[in-house]
């Protein structure tokens, strides 16, 4: 399974940007999609996830500021961000969860697009 991330780069402080990511590769199904973020000298974190249902959980600190949506028939996450603050300036990972055809479960991590909130 392969993760193509796209979107990354620079924005002033209260801009936005958008994050994608598509998977590709052999599979059944996709049960989570999300993004984690992982800033200089910090541990991974969770930033959002979607799950099959379309369930979605986000860390306090990007709630009512960003949002997490997936399209089902491109296999593909997007993560708007809105009023980005210098603090989210990381590492944004794309991240998955798959079955295979024999229900087993994989997890797989995309490479990670840079993120940087900088006047």
């Known amino acids: 399974v392969q993760l193509v991330e796209s979107g990354g780069g620079l924005v002033q402080p209260g801009g936005s940007l958008r994050l994608s990511c598509a998977a590709s590769g052999n599979f059944a199904s996709i049960n989570t999609m999300g993004w984690y973020r992982q800033a200089p000298g910090k541990q991974r974190e969770l930033v959002a996830v979607v799950n099959s249902p379309g369930t979605t959980t986000y860390a306090d600190s990007v709630k009512g500021r960003f949002t997490i949506s997936r399209d089902n028939a491109k296999n593909t996450v997007y993560l708007q961000m809105n009023s980005v603050k210098p603090e989210d300036t990381a590492v944004y990972y794309c991240?998955?969860?798959?079955?295979?055809?024999?229900?087993?479960?994989?997890?797989?991590w995309g490479q990670g697009t840079q993120v940087t909130v900088s006047s």
């Open positions: 991240y998955t969860i798959v079955k295979s055809e024999r229900a087993l479960t994989f997890q797989y």
